[in-house]
């Protein structure tokens, strides 16, 4: 059974930045692609940035050039470092693989207001 554990959100004013954190326990991590997802109120979740096993990277148009998403395997790990955070990019914040296990996290709430 998989846990994820999504850490990191915050309230933050436009520009700022934050990183999120997110384990994956009992998973087979190290074999799968992963990613961050978000869901804001009122819409759907979306896929907003990927991370293959091999570490190839791929991101949402609208995050991309200020979001990066890394994986640590060893620690069974990925982060999202977001900078130039926008209004816009209110949400709460999900990691799972892609296609996304069954199991959700508590996702991490990121919302970004002056």
């Known amino acids: 059974q998989v846990q994820l554990v999504e850490s990191g959100g915050g309230l933050v004013q436009p520009g700022g930045s934050l990183r999120l954190s997110c384990a994956a326990y009992?998973?087979?991590?190290?074999?799968?692609?992963m990613g961050w997802y978000r869901q804001a109120p009122g819409k759907e979740r979306e896929l907003v940035a990927l991370?293959?096993?091999?570490?190839?990277?791929k991101y949402a148009d609208s995050v991309k050039g200020r979001f990066t998403i890394s994986r640590d395997n060893a620690k069974s790990t990925v982060y999202l470092q977001m900078i130039d955070l926008k209004p816009e990019d209110t949400a709460v914040y999900y990691c799972?693989?892609?296609?996304?296990?069954?199991?959700w996290g508590q996702g991490t709430q990121v919302t970004v207001s002056s």
């Open positions: 799972n693989a892609d296609p996304p296990w069954r199991a």
């Open positions: 009992g998973s087979i991590f190290s074999i799968v692609d």
């Open positions: 991370i293959t096993r091999g570490g190839r990277t």
